[in-house]
């Protein structure tokens, strides 16, 4: 096994002390050209590489680097969530180190520690179930925290959020408009902020429209495309079948398509979040469509604000929504009960 370079080969191979190797590496003026050419020769001809953090934490800097966690990598909202956040630290000269959590509390917090023992200025978190005054402990007065599509429970911090019941009245009030009475709808957690969110959202339409919410017609706690496809193919098979779907995330709208289309249903569908290629199927699917790379430049910007004014009060910015009609969502009602509507 090869031996990784250290500043004492450097200073060894070059026939100088330490401290010169140390001084050549931080540029300091004190060292005569000719030896700091030479030294410069050999870090380049061993391959010596800098510990940039170390050196940093000696000379009482910071880390220049943010923790961000996120639920599912894999899932693109929150990579997109992510571009944002590395597109704003960039501009500040800072690197980004992230990790998921897959929605589990207890690793979570195995993240936050690590990420604070490796000294990150700030954290950026899309926050599990559960509750976050353990970040009271973890955090104390030295770290800034700012949260992302959902707020953090026990804890006051910045936090940016979508307007998620505001987007999903609008979706279902659509959804209304086009003759629906009969909606189904294919949620995530029922304990997550969002959901939560989206779930009222699709109530308080119904209400205003003098529609009940029936619960034949929701399904919850799906958080898999597959156990989407399974929630739409349960409600079709119904003895009165929604002719229309709510979707709560992207995830829960490509399971309730893949359904839809193995079925050749005409039922009408709206999802809340965008997707690659929605706009591009046979028929284009409706959506509420926000930016979700957006989301991680805001929660960026308001970590520079922390870092850059000290002690501020906790702010909450909600960002807006859109819905983009493309065809899914105005489908109208087949069923025999909505035509005599």
Do not use: C
């Not at 800072?94 to 917090?109: A, C, N, T, V």
């Not at 307007?163 to 995530?188: C, F, K, P, T, W």
């Not at 995330?249 to 965008?274: C, I, Y």
């Amino acid at each position: 096994m090869t031996t990784r370079p250290t500043m004492r080969m450097v200073a060894q191979a070059s026939g100088v002390s330490l401290k010169t190797v140390s001084r050549v590496v931080n540029g300091e003026a004190s060292v005569s050209p000719a030896t700091a050419a030479a030294v410069t020769a050999t870090i380049q001809r061993l391959g010596f590489i800098p510990n940039d953090l170390a050196r940093s934490l000696r000379q009482g800097h910071t880390s220049s680097t943010l923790g961000l966690i996120t639920e599912d990598i894999s899932n693109p909202f929150y990579s997109q969530v992510a571009r944002g956040v590395e597109e704003v630290a960039h501009q500040h000269g800072f690197m980004l180190i992230s990790g998921s959590s897959e929605e589990q509390p207890g690793r979570e917090q195995e993240l936050v520690q690590a990420l604070v023992r490796r000294r990150v200025d700030a954290l950026i978190i899309i926050p599990a179930r559960g509750n976050h005054a353990y970040l009271h402990e973890e955090l104390g007065e030295g770290t800034p925290a700012v949260f992302v599509d959902r707020p953090a429970i026990g804890y006051a911090a910045d936090t940016i959020l979508l307007d998620n019941r505001g987007g999903a009245r609008e979706a279902v009030a659509h959804l209304i408009r086009h003759g629906h009475r009969r909606i189904g709808l294919i949620s995530g957690f029922e304990d997550v902020y969002t959901g939560a969110e989206r779930s009222a959202g699709y109530a308080e339409a119904l209400r205003a429209a003098g529609l009940p919410s029936e619960k034949a017609l929701m399904r919850v706690n799906q958080h898999t495309v597959s156990g989407a496809a399974a929630a739409a193919a349960e409600l079709l098979a119904l003895p009165e079948p929604p002719t229309a779907l709510f979707t709560l995330n992207n995830l829960l709208t490509v399971g309730a398509l893949k359904t839809l289309w193995e079925r050749r249903a005409q039922t009408a569908l709206v999802g809340f979040d965008d997707f690659e290629l929605a706009d591009l199927l046979p028929v284009p699917v409706t959506v509420v469509h926000h930016d979700p790379a957006e989301l991680g430049r805001q929660a960026a910007r308001l970590v520079f604000d922390r870092l850059n004014q000290g002690s501020l009060a906790p702010r909450s910015v909600v960002l807006p929504v859109q819905l983009i009609p493309r065809g899914s969502g105005e489908r109208p009602p087949t069923s025999s009960l909505e035509k005599g509507l």
